[in-house]
């Protein structure tokens, strides 16, 4: 199946206007799908705009707009054929997405769409098949760095790589389609071979990640250069590379995460090279460090992705037999918070 046309995205949060706002500066067609506050807001200020590493004004109009405009909707039966449809809601917010989505589309006789998730953790592409069926749905990592602004704008701290892959395995002509139409845009992307791999090494930083800096409430920068939450990430990645293996896939070394080498290494190696003095660091931004995704999420008060991250690889840990104590910890800890953080009992 191949053969489309243009790349759609669904939630016009950081990452969503990050993508369709460089999709359509490159001259492409792009129909972002909001909610109908941020469709409102966005259709007001009448334009997408990127800051940080990208400084552009993206103009919207309503969707189908023209080449080098995001056409925007709040209605999923606008969504365009032939498209391969990139959800960038929240986890927890997926399955509403998806269900509202694949209500409206895609239209009878279009073989050719796709859809791929670009959330945290791995539940998403289960959530993703239970919806469209399995071969629709692309693999998608992306460590691209975005965050939304009060005041509406989308700061964008790093163009990471974002990795297309076919499940379970290998490239194909759709996804080498769209890493193309992502080149163009210059968004980094890259055909991956083995997408499980991505998908695992992410979540292993991401359990180790999120786990010491949602407990802590330090910056991943400031976590990685006190010994004992360095060896509190290795164990969390550790434990999440064992269920993987456990599930047949191995850990890589990628861009932004060298999961293999950290576990491959023994954790003194890995622990002097963090702590040994470097060549000065190149002039770093002003302002205050910037804070993981869900770490952000509990200080602003918002709904972590917790279950998506933790519950989720403690559930698969146990249908391999995995024992993951540490990661059983996490998820209890961070689950409880959330749960009062949903209930809107903690502010910040
Ligand atoms: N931001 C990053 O740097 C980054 C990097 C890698 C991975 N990720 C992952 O990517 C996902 C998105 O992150 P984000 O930071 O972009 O989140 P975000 O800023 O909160 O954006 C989510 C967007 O989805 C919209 N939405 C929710 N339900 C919807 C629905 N049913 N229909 C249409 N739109 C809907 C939200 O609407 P409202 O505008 O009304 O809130 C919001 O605009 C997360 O899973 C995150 O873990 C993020």
Known sequence: ????????????????????GLLAASGQS???????ATAARLSTAGRIRLRGVVELDAPVAPAPAGAGVVGLTDDPARLPARAGLIFATKGHQLEAAVQSVRAAWPGAGDEASWVAG????????????RAFGERRVVGAVTILGAGREVGGEVTVYSRGMTYLG?????????????????????????????????????E?????????????????????????????????????????????????????????????????????RMLAPGPAAPSAPAGPPIMPSMTQDLLAGRPMEADEVFADVAIRAEKVGVSVPRIELARDLICGLNRMLTAGAVKG
Not at 30 to 36: E, G, H, I, K, R
Not at 118 to 129: A, C, E, F, T
Request: aromatic residues 6%.
């Open 1 to 20: 199946m191949s053969g489309i046309e243009r790349l759609a995205v669904v939630g016009a949060g950081s990452l969503g206007q990050a993508f369709a």
């Open 30 to 36: 792009v129909t972002l799908l909001a909610s109908a």
């Open 118 to 129: 670009v959330q945290n953790g791995l539940v998403k592409d289960d959530v993703l098949r």
């Open 166 to 202: 076919e499940f379970p395995s290998g490239v194909s002509e759709r996804v080498s389609e769209a890493v193309a139409l992502l080149g163009k845009a210059e968004i980094p992307a890259e055909a991956t071979a083995d997408i499980a791999s991505v998908l695992w090494s992410k």
């Open 204 to 272: 292993c930083n991401a359990v180790g990640v999120f786990g010491v800096s949602v407990l802590t409430r330090l910056s991943a920068s400031a976590t990685m250069r006190i010994p004992e939450l360095i060896r509190a990430y290795l164990s969390l990645v550790r434990e999440t590379a064992a269920v993987a293996a456990a599930h047949g896939v191995q850990v890589g070394d990628y861009a932004g995460f060298s999961i293999r080498t950290y576990v491959e290494r023994s954790d003194e190696e890995t622990l002097a």
